[in-house]
């Protein structure tokens, strides 16, 4: 059983930036970001492979968001920069011990979620 805890959401304005964290109790092999606003379906944001650290993003935040994880301390980090109001969410970590996927049915292991809003 994996356990994940979110950390580091807020209210930022257009163009600022954030960084999240999600701290996990357990081993895993991939470990994601996900958000999900008002009214939408969760989406894929980024995941990252905890061994070698081969990474992946959705188009709308390749070049703005990077992610990243520190072995040692077995957190993973989504840093946020240009944020943009359409980045307004729901924020979830996510973990799997398989393969990278970028459907939330892939991540059986789900944190509490984190909101971050980017006004106008």
């Known amino acids: 059983q994996v356990q994940l805890a979110e950390s580091g959401g807020g209210l930022v304005q257009a163009g600022g930036s954030l960084r999240l964290s999600c701290a996990a109790s357990g081993r895993t092999f991939t470990m994601g970001w996900f958000r999900q606003a008002p009214g939408k379906e969760r989406e894929f944001v980024a995941a990252?492979?905890?061994?070698?650290?081969?990474?992946y993003y959705a188009a709308s935040v390749q070049g703005r968001f990077t992610i990243s994880r520190d072995i040692i301390k077995n957190t993973m980090y989504l840093q946020m920069n240009s944020l943009k109001p359409e980045d307004t969410a729901i924020y979830y970590c996510?973990?799997?011990?398989?393969?990278?996927?970028?459907?939330?049915?892939?991540?059986?292991?789900w944190g509490q979620g984190t909101q971050v809003t980017v006004s106008s």
């Open positions: 990252i492979k905890w061994s070698g650290g081969g990474s």
């Open positions: 996510a973990a799997s011990s398989s393969i990278y996927s970028s459907e939330p049915d892939g991540y059986p292991y």
